[in-house]
């Protein structure tokens, strides 16, 4: 699912004061891609190069994900899947590593009792 603004985030777009630079739209994309699978509050203490609050991260996503024309080679698109984010063009390759993930786990607890 590829979550896009509505009336109401245009209305809280407009409040928020992003202060986005050319260096930050590959270092946000590259971090995503590099933590696939995180929740939001999951991803907030881990970005180090930008301050977010969670629904000002949410925005940022929506933001991407409205005006893909915008920051297409850029930034984005990122698709949220069950509460947890990926870069679009590696959703399957993120959703298949969490779910091996999940397995190994299983398997180990399996091969311990």
């Avoid at 986005?20 to 180090?48: A, C, S």
Wanted: hydrophobic share 35%; charged share 25%.
């Amino acid at each position: 699912m590829l979550p896009t603004l509505n009336s109401d985030d245009v209305i809280e777009l407009q409040k928020s004061n992003f202060e986005f630079t050319e260096e930050f739209y590959p270092q946000f994309h590259d971090f995503i891609r590099q933590n696939p699978g995180k929740t939001i509050l999951e991803l907030l203490p881990l970005i180090t190069f930008y301050k977010f609050t969670p629904s000002g991260l949410l925005l940022t996503f929506k933001l991407f994900n409205t005006y893909k024309n915008t920051y297409y080679n850029k930034c984005g698109p990122f698709s949220r899947n069950g509460g947890v984010w990926f870069v679009c063009d590696k959703c399957l390759e993120g959703q298949e590593i969490i779910a091996l993930k999940k397995e190994i786990i299983t398997l180990k607890k399996r091969l311990y009792i």
